[in-house]
C-alpha cells in the first residue's frame, strides 16, 4: 500500500513539475532594472527610456522592427480594442537601436533567442500602475491584457521589466 502511494505521488510530481516547465516556456519574464539598464545600454546609448513602452526585436534578422512593423506584427495577434489601443500608445520608436543577440545575450542573459522574436515591454509596477491610472484610462487593464496576449505566443519570448 504504501509503495503505491509513494509511485503514485512520485508520477504526479513528474507531471506536475512538466505542466510547469512547458507553462513557463511562453510566459513573460521580468528582467528587473538592472536587466532594464543593461537592455537599453546595449541596444542604444542615445535613448532615453520611456514607459510604457513595447519593442520587438527580430533574432533571425538580429534588429528591432520599425514602428510600424512592430505595429503591424502585434496587431495579428489580438483584436480586443484595449490590446489596439495599447499597443498604438506604447509601441516606440526604435531607429535609434542597434544590437546583435551576442551583444544582448551578453548584457541581459536571461534573454532567449529560440524563437522569432523577441518582445520587450517596459511596464511599470503594480503600485505605480496605481499611481497613474487616474491620469491614464484603463491602464491596469492595457496593462494586463498586454501580459496576457504576449505570455500566450508560441514565435516569441517577452520580457518585461517587472
Do not use: C, H
Request: charged content about 15%.
Amino acid at each position: 500500500m504504501n509503495r503505491k502511494w509513494l509511485i503514485s505521488i512520485a508520477l504526479a510530481t513528474t507531471f506536475f513539475a512538466n505542466v510547469s516547465v512547458s507553462a513557463n516556456e511562453t510566459s513573460l519574464q521580468a528582467l528587473g532594472q538592472s536587466g532594464k539598464n543593461s537592455f537599453y545600454k546595449t541596444a542604444s546609448t542615445q535613448t532615453t527610456p520611456s514607459f510604457p513602452a513595447i519593442y520587438v526585436y527580430s533574432v533571425k534578422t538580429q534588429q528591432f522592427l520599425s514602428q510600424d512593423k512592430a505595429l503591424a506584427y502585434l496587431g495579428t495577434l489580438d483584436s480586443q480594442p484595449l490590446w489596439k489601443e495599447a499597443t498604438i500608445n506604447w509601441v516606440k520608436d526604435s531607429t535609434q537601436f542597434s544590437t546583435s543577440n551576442t551583444k544582448l545575450s551578453q548584457a541581459v542573459p536571461a534573454i532567449k533567442f529560440d524563437r522569432d522574436y523577441v518582445i520587450y515591454y517596459d511596464n511599470l509596477p503594480g503600485p505605480m500602475l496605481e499611481q497613474f491610472k487616474a491620469m491614464e484610462p484603463n491602464l491596469i487593464e492595457k496593462d494586463k491584457i498586454l501580459k496576457s496576449v504576449l505570455s500566450l505566443q508560441s514565435n516569441s519570448r517577452t520580457y518585461t521589466t517587472y
